[in-house]
């Protein structure tokens, strides 16, 4: 063989090393998977096809430069993937280091690929100095860029620490291991050299304060195969410009027990994912945000196979009111859906907005409107079905007819109405009493703000002919650069 192939070989050999087996083995031991063990996880057997693996900066000794990028496939669709490599520099970002995302990400956008990054990164390579605060610009600016183009999809898998938090932030979807990864802006080292005040990792930034708390993540698993497995899940949901999302066949769904689900009792409670799951495609129900402010549902679903976008008010919580949280979860989820061609699904039980001063003091007025932003502003198709109750301003802002939403269907114990009748009796003035205030679903059929009344077993198939009947509803968007939402 030809002296030149063995060197190429050799150069091969030496970029799959990364930082060593000695690190590698410590990674393992931490109960982590290493970078190339994580590729072969998230994508089809053998697809994987490597770009820039000899690029290394001139203070380097590694090939690759501490991140594997390239394509490959997830169910037969291709998606561009980087992975940051621990083993190398702790995975930190150098100015090569971020010149290869950038340009995994310029292949994406030009190819009308989702983009996956797998997080494992101490934050900025100090040793270079502002030339790798640089690099988080360069990727900032294409997270930006590309939004609502190509589905940005980040897993932290280790650490995600400093500048390198704000991607994450600024993608579609965060997933995060429940045991090895943190994520925070300012390190425990840091707060206590600067404050004296000790953290814990876990309480800092830990999965389970992300995902319940903050609400900076979307999915957790309790490893990382769970969590690559669920993002490969997610990706059959997601369309994009070039790949419609298949609509597969479906068996015969029951869909007769529905009725049943709510309580008879009014005040009574119960579980509105038991709607979700009734009124879709059996086991498609993909729940995002699922801990995290849980008064309002999101994800997605199929019926008859085609994918929808869900959004709902969850009794069991709050009794299923909206605050600052669940308005920004929503609005969030909604103009994904939006972004991407993904029909809107909402079901509505909602006694109005969270009062009292704490929540006016904290911005439920900005923060609801977000969400009458986020439906008003979406052109894809949209259907609502009130449950229950829809009061106040929280019947508008659930895309009510008024708000733009194509089909507007109730079951028949609905109330929609200003206010409950209890409150309304103490507060309407006696001599007002009289006027015929009752909140009847057929008042509101009546008035046109209902398309029909329909019985729970008869939602699924109503729902299935709807959709498909807006399918090639056209978008209509004002000519204008964009608008100002209350952010």
């Known amino acids: 063989m030809h002296e030149s192939f063995n060197g190429l070989s050799e150069w091969r050999q030496k ?34 096809m490597e770009i820039q693996s000899f690029a290394k900066g001139c203070r380097s000794e590694h090939l690759g430069d501490g991140v594997v990028t390239g394509t490959g496939l997830i169910h037969g669709r291709q998606v561009g993937v980087y992975a940051q490599d621990a083993t190398v520099y702790g995975g930190s970002l150098g100015d090569i280091h971020a010149k290869k995302i950038a340009a995994l990400m310029d292949l994406a956008a030009k190819n009308q690929m989702p983009v996956i990054g797998l997080k494992d990164s101490g934050g900025a390579r100090i040793q270079e100095g502002v030339v790798s ?17 190509i589905p940005q999809i980040s897993v932290i898998l280790g650490s995600c620490a400093g500048g390198a938090v704000y991607s994450p932030a600024l993608t579609d979807f965060v997933f995060m291991t429940e045991q090895t990864a943190h994520m925070f802006l300012t390190g425990p080292k840091v707060i206590e050299k600067a404050t004296g005040e000790t953290v814990c990792p876990d309480r800092l930034g830990g999965a389970a304060v992300q995902h319940q708390t903050s609400g900076n993540v979307h999915y957790t698993g309790k490893d990382e195969r769970d969590v690559l497995k669920a993002v490969r899940t997610l990706l059959t949901y997601i369309p994009t410009k070039r790949r419609p999302v298949i609509h597969r066949k479906v068996q015969k769904h029951d869909a007769s027990d529905l009725g049943n689900i709510l309580p008879k009792e009014p005040s009574r409670t119960y579980d509105v994912k038991q709607v979700v799951t009734a009124i879709t495609d059996h086991g498609s129900f993909f729940e995002t945000q699922r801990c995290f402010s849980k008064n309002i549902v999101t994800g997605f679903a199929r019926l008859q196979g085609s994918s929808i976008g869900l959004v709902a008010n969850q009794p069991k919580v709050l ?8 308005a920004d979860k929503a609005a969030r989820f909604i103009r994904f859906c939006d972004a991407f061609h993904i029909p809107i699904l909402t079901l509505v039980d909602v006694p109005g907005f969270l009062p009292g001063e704490k929540a006016e003091h904290a911005g439920i007025i900005r923060h609801g409107a977000k969400l009458l932003y986020a439906y008003a502003e979406a052109t894809v198709p949209k259907i609502t079905v009130i449950l229950r109750k829809a009061f106040g301003g929280a019947y508008v802002a659930m895309n009510s007819k008024g708000l733009g939403a194509d089909f507007v269907y109730a079951w028949p114990e609905a109330e929609i109405d200003v206010m409950g009748k209890s409150f309304a009796d103490e507060i309407v003035h006696p001599a007002l009493r009289e006027v015929d205030n009752e909140a009847s679903v057929m008042k509101a059929a009546q ?3 209902i398309d029909d009344i329909l019985m729970p077993d008869e939602t699924r198939e109503r729902l299935i002919r709807s959709f498909d009947l807006l399918r090639s509803k056209e978008e209509d968007r004002p000519l204008k650069k964009h608008g100002n939402m209350p952010l």
């Open 15 to 48: 970029a799959l090393r990364g930082g060593g087996e000695k690190r590698a083995a410590a990674h393992r031991n931490k109960g982590k998977l290493t970078v190339r063990q994580r590729l072969h996880e998230l994508l089809d057997e053998g697809s994987f």
């Open 133 to 149: 605060l640089e690099g988080y610009g360069q990727i900032f600016k294409r997270n930006v860029l590309y939004s609502g183009q």
């Open 319 to 326: 009794a299923g009111s909206l605050d600052l949280d669940a």
């Open 447 to 449: 008035l046109g703000l």
